[in-house]
T-cell receptor
Framework: DGGITQSPKYLFRKEGQNVTLSCEQN?????MYWYRQDPGQGLRLIYY???????QKGDIAEGYSVSREKKESFPLTVTSAQKNPTAFYLC?????????????FGSGTRLTVV | QQQVKQSPQSLIVQKGGISIINCAYE??????FPWYQQFPGKGPALLIA?????SEKKEGRFTISFNKSAKQFSLHIMDSQPGDSATYFC??????????????FGRGTQLTVWP
């Protein structure tokens, strides 16, 4: 079955460390997205990519970085510059040319700073 | 600036009752309005969606009502069940431009249905 796989499910980071969250999809979707979810804040867009080797900042990109070297993969690095990284991170993908259609989410990674 | 405003933040309904969640938007370029359902520890999943050329769409117990002139849309859950307890997000997107396909989400409504 096609879908999006996020790993790990839980991640603990020490202050000052960079960590990378994995997102892989086998849906043949061109567009991929990273969202951050905090209680009462909804889903806030961090970065998105509409095509391989290209990506754009979302609303809260500071302290994060991404790469898109393959269509299937869109890893997110949470850098030490991110002041409050503890959150639930969601990856999504969508079908090109179909606004909103095929917007599939992964199961998320819960990141905790210890 | 919040592109899509959602209310209420939380909602408690008795089993069998009607749950109503409201959303409002400003950008008239939006042309697709989905609702997502999220259970704890899971990613959101598409529940139902509507385009602005219709005023209502029904799928089972879930209905979207859309008021284009008021720039508002709402989700109605009829005969609410404890299994409907989840967080619901409304969203909007537009079909043209450089941000094709990007969804703008409301802040979510946590629904609790008491047995």
């Amino acid at each position: 079955d096609g879908g999006i796989t996020q790993s790990p499910k839980y991640l603990f980071r020490k202050e000052g460390q960079n960590v990378t969250l994995s997102c892989e999809q086998n849906l043949n979707h061109d567009a991929m997205y990273w969202y951050r979810q905090d209680p009462g804040q909804g889903l806030r867009l961090i970065y998105y990519s509409q095509i391989v080797n290209d990506f754009q900042k979302g609303d809260i990109a500071e302290g994060y970085s991404v790469s898109r070297e393959k269509k299937e993969s869109f890893p997110l690095t949470v850098t030490s510059a991110q002041k409050n990284p503890t959150a639930f991170y969601l990856c999504a993908s969508s079908k090109p040319g179909a606004p909103g259609y095929g917007y599939t989410f992964g199961s998320g990674t819960r990141l905790t700073v210890v | 600036q919040q592109q899509v405003k959602q209310s209420p933040q939380s909602l408690i309904v008795q089993k069998g009752g009607i749950s109503i969640i409201n959303c409002a938007y400003e950008n008239t370029a939006f042309d697709y309005f989905p609702w997502y359902q999220q259970f704890p520890g899971k990613g959101p999943a598409l529940l139902i969606a509507i385009r602005p050329d219709v005023s209502e769409k029904k799928e089972g117990r879930f209905t979207i009502s859309f008021n284009k002139s008021a720039k508002q849309f709402s989700l109605h859950i009829m005969d609410s069940q404890p299994g409907d307890s989840a967080t619901y997000f409304c969203a909007a997107s537009r079909g043209r431009g450089s941000t094709l396909g990007r969804l703008y989400f409301g802040r979510g409504t946590q629904l609790t249905v008491w047995p």
